[in-house]
């Protein structure tokens, strides 16, 4: 079968990232859900996994990753998702910005901001190009900030300057959320005079520092299912501040250059 065939050009492998990720979750649900006995989802990280897909890409070598949206490599590169009849990756989702309990009460313009914060895939999608193609992380936020006053203009809506205080944001190094979180601490630094620490760490720890309030708030929460064990987990320990984004996707990719369009073909 055709799947067969894909299957060899990989060697049944299918590159994934860090263990933790929803991503990597709803990846082995999807191995489950479509019986592919035999392939192997390996574990690494977001950075491991673009590198690989870059190699392949530049070699016209075939190659089948682990990806979600908004994310630069659909800029980069003519990609496809492999269609998933089963649903195993769930429906489209929302991110949601979650801060640590009493976070109202200490940092209140912190808070109202962190409420207001809401933006498009395609705003996510322009700061994470800026930085795949070699801007830093804080030039390409900054840039966007002062590309985008008007939408900038909505999350400071009524929220009163604060005077120096320090807040600090845990994010994990996927992608998307080294480019959220640099946007949003822009606009706290620029816009509202805080100070802003980044703590990057993996996704479990990112959830126990919010329910510990050694974190003041994130922005990756990917919700109804990507992140719903941790949100389960630490849930009344936490405030959830709703939605910023809305409008992701996940699944399986491959380089259109590969003649494979559904999960279902990669079955042995
Ligand atoms: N991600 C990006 C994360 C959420 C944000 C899709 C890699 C995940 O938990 O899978």
């Known amino acids: 079968s055709g799947g067969n065939r894909v299957g060899e050009q990989v060697g049944f492998r299918i590159i994934g990232i860090d263990p933790g990720s929803g991503l990597m979750k709803a ?19 977001g950075t491991a996994m673009t590198a690989a897909l870059d190699k392949a890409y530049k070699n016209e070598e075939p190659i089948i990753v682990t990806g979600w949206t908004p994310h630069w490599m659909f800029v980069k590169y003519k990609l496809k998702y ?9 429906e489209s989702e929302e991110i949601h ?22 933006w498009e895939p395609s705003d996510m999608e322009k700061v994470m190009t800026l930085i795949s193609g070699g801007t830093s992380p804080e030039a390409a936020a900054e840039k966007w900030v002062v590309d ?23 994010y994990v190094a ?52 990507t992140s719903i064990d941790y949100y389960d987990k630490y849930k009344g320990k936490f405030e959830d501040l709703g939605s910023n ?22 079955k042995r």
């Open 82 to 90: 492999l269609e998933d009849p089963k649903k195993s990756f769930g």
């Open 245 to 266: 984004l809305a409008g992701t996707k996940l699944g399986f990719v491959v380089p259109n250059y590969m003649d494979v369009q559904s999960i279902e073909q990669l």
């Open 174 to 225: 996927w992608d998307s959320e080294i480019a959220s979180t640099n946007v949003v601490k822009a606009v706290l630094e620029s816009k509202l005079g805080y100070k802003v620490d980044m703590l990057q760490v993996e996704i479990g720890p990112m959830w126990a520092g919010i329910a510990n309030g050694d974190a003041d708030a994130m922005v990756a929460a990917w919700l109804p299912t």
């Open 27 to 45: 990846s082995a649900k999807a191995i489950q859900d479509y019986g592919l006995d035999g392939w192997t989802l390996l574990e690494g990280s």
């Open 97 to 118: 910005t979650i801060s640590r309990l009493g976070l109202g009460k200490d940092k209140p313009s912190a808070y109202r901001m962190l409420q207001q914060f809401h």
């Open 148 to 170: 985008n006053p008007e939408i900038v203009a909505e999350w400071i809506k009524d929220v009163p300057p604060a005077s120096g205080e320090r807040l600090k944001l845990a």
